[in-house]
Protein backbone atom coordinates (compact mmCIF):
# COMPACT_ATOMS: atom_id res chain seq x y z
CA UNK A 1 0.00 0.00 0.00
CA UNK A 2 2.96 2.25 1.03
CA UNK A 3 4.68 2.37 -3.16
CA UNK A 4 0.95 2.92 -4.20
CA UNK A 5 0.74 6.39 -2.17
CA UNK A 6 4.59 6.53 -2.96
CA UNK A 7 3.96 6.68 -6.92
CA UNK A 8 1.25 8.98 -6.77
CA UNK A 9 2.89 11.73 -4.78
CA UNK A 10 5.93 11.10 -7.15
CA UNK A 11 3.56 10.88 -10.20
CA UNK A 12 1.88 13.68 -12.24
CA UNK A 13 -1.55 13.99 -12.97
CA UNK A 14 -3.57 14.18 -15.89
CA UNK A 15 -7.54 15.20 -14.84
CA UNK A 16 -9.73 13.75 -17.70
CA UNK A 17 -13.11 14.07 -18.13
CA UNK A 18 -15.43 11.59 -20.19
CA UNK A 19 -19.14 11.80 -20.65
CA UNK A 20 -21.87 10.23 -18.69
CA UNK A 21 -22.12 7.24 -20.65
CA UNK A 22 -18.36 6.51 -20.94
CA UNK A 23 -18.25 6.96 -17.49
CA UNK A 24 -20.26 4.48 -16.24
CA UNK A 25 -19.10 2.21 -18.53
CA UNK A 26 -15.69 2.64 -17.01
CA UNK A 27 -17.39 2.49 -13.65
CA UNK A 28 -18.75 -0.84 -14.55
CA UNK A 29 -15.26 -2.57 -15.89
CA UNK A 30 -13.67 -1.54 -13.03
CA UNK A 31 -15.84 -2.86 -10.90
CA UNK A 32 -15.76 -5.95 -12.66
CA UNK A 33 -12.27 -6.33 -12.27
CA UNK A 34 -12.00 -5.31 -8.89
CA UNK A 35 -9.80 -2.19 -9.28
CA UNK A 36 -10.29 1.50 -8.96
CA UNK A 37 -11.61 3.62 -11.84
CA UNK A 38 -8.32 5.38 -12.52
CA UNK A 39 -6.69 1.91 -12.68
CA UNK A 40 -8.65 0.88 -16.11
CA UNK A 41 -7.93 4.14 -17.44
CA UNK A 42 -4.35 4.28 -16.93
CA UNK A 43 -3.74 0.58 -18.20
CA UNK A 44 -5.73 1.81 -21.08
CA UNK A 45 -3.81 4.96 -21.73
CA UNK A 46 -0.48 2.50 -21.06
CA UNK A 47 -1.73 -0.36 -23.36
CA UNK A 48 -2.44 2.48 -26.26
CA UNK A 49 1.45 3.85 -25.57
CA UNK A 50 3.01 0.79 -25.64
CA UNK A 51 0.65 -0.65 -28.88
CA UNK A 52 -0.76 -2.94 -26.99
CA UNK A 53 -4.57 -2.08 -27.39
CA UNK A 54 -5.27 -5.07 -30.19
CA UNK A 55 -6.73 -7.71 -30.86
CA UNK A 56 -6.83 -8.92 -26.66
CA UNK A 57 -8.81 -5.80 -26.36
CA UNK A 58 -11.87 -6.48 -29.08
CA UNK A 59 -13.86 -8.24 -27.48
CA UNK A 60 -14.28 -5.19 -24.65
CA UNK A 61 -14.73 -3.05 -27.68
CA UNK A 62 -17.25 -5.58 -29.49
CA UNK A 63 -19.35 -5.57 -26.18
CA UNK A 64 -19.42 -2.02 -25.74
CA UNK A 65 -20.28 -1.16 -29.07
CA UNK A 66 -22.90 -3.72 -29.65
CA UNK A 67 -24.68 -2.78 -26.34
CA UNK A 68 -24.49 0.74 -27.44
CA UNK A 69 -26.11 -0.38 -31.21
CA UNK A 70 -28.60 -2.06 -29.56
CA UNK A 71 -29.63 0.69 -27.12
CA UNK A 72 -30.41 2.85 -30.34
CA UNK A 73 -31.96 -0.38 -32.11
CA UNK A 74 -34.44 -1.18 -29.96
CA UNK A 75 -36.91 1.09 -30.23
CA UNK A 76 -36.98 0.82 -33.80
CA UNK A 77 -37.00 -2.88 -33.57
CA UNK A 78 -40.05 -2.47 -31.41
CA UNK A 79 -42.14 -0.26 -33.14
CA UNK A 80 -41.57 -2.05 -36.17
CA UNK A 81 -42.72 -5.43 -34.49
CA UNK A 82 -45.38 -3.45 -33.03
CA UNK A 83 -46.65 -1.84 -36.82
CA UNK A 84 -46.10 -5.77 -38.61
CA UNK A 85 -48.58 -7.20 -35.63
CA UNK A 86 -51.30 -4.13 -36.52
CA UNK A 87 -51.19 -4.91 -40.05
CA UNK A 88 -51.45 -8.69 -39.09
CA UNK A 89 -54.25 -7.82 -37.61
CA UNK A 90 -55.71 -5.58 -39.99
CA UNK A 91 -55.28 -7.97 -42.96
CA UNK A 92 -57.03 -10.94 -40.94
CA UNK A 93 -60.05 -8.84 -40.49
CA UNK A 94 -60.02 -7.69 -43.49
CA UNK A 95 -59.66 -11.07 -45.10
CA UNK A 96 -62.41 -12.77 -42.92
CA UNK A 97 -64.72 -9.40 -43.29
CA UNK A 98 -64.30 -10.01 -47.43
CA UNK A 99 -65.28 -13.63 -46.91
CA UNK A 100 -68.16 -12.82 -44.76
CA UNK A 101 -69.52 -10.25 -47.39
CA UNK A 102 -69.28 -13.19 -50.25
CA UNK A 103 -71.04 -15.58 -48.36
CA UNK A 104 -74.31 -13.01 -48.28
CA UNK A 105 -73.96 -12.62 -51.67
CA UNK A 106 -73.71 -16.95 -52.68
CA UNK A 107 -76.71 -19.06 -52.76
CA UNK A 108 -77.10 -21.31 -49.63
CA UNK A 109 -76.14 -24.62 -51.34
CA UNK A 110 -73.16 -22.79 -53.25
CA UNK A 111 -71.65 -21.53 -49.74
CA UNK A 112 -69.50 -24.41 -48.95
CA UNK A 113 -67.83 -24.21 -51.91
CA UNK A 114 -66.85 -20.33 -50.49
CA UNK A 115 -65.68 -21.56 -47.39
CA UNK A 116 -63.36 -24.09 -48.74
CA UNK A 117 -61.97 -21.35 -51.33
CA UNK A 118 -61.64 -18.94 -48.19
CA UNK A 119 -59.48 -22.04 -46.19
CA UNK A 120 -57.32 -23.11 -49.08
CA UNK A 121 -56.60 -19.47 -49.58
CA UNK A 122 -55.84 -19.14 -46.27
CA UNK A 123 -53.35 -22.16 -45.95
CA UNK A 124 -51.43 -20.65 -48.73
CA UNK A 125 -51.07 -17.28 -47.41
CA UNK A 126 -49.63 -19.49 -44.68
CA UNK A 127 -47.53 -21.44 -46.70
CA UNK A 128 -46.13 -18.11 -48.52
CA UNK A 129 -45.67 -16.34 -44.89
CA UNK A 130 -43.43 -19.45 -44.01
CA UNK A 131 -41.54 -18.86 -46.97
CA UNK A 132 -42.88 -22.12 -49.20
CA UNK A 133 -44.51 -21.61 -52.49
CA UNK A 134 -46.00 -24.33 -54.52
CA UNK A 135 -42.30 -24.73 -56.99
CA UNK A 136 -40.78 -25.95 -53.32
CA UNK A 137 -43.91 -28.07 -52.04
Not at 34 to 40: A, C, P, Q, R
Request: proline content about 3%; overall charge neutral; glycine content about 4%.
Amino acid sequence: MRTNQKKSAESPRINVAFEVEAYEQIQLLAAKQHTSMSEVVRNWALQGLSGDLNADNIGLITNIIRTQLQDVMRPSFERLASLSAKTCIQSGTAAYLSAEAILKFVPAPRQQEVEESYELARKKAIAYLKGRTNEEE
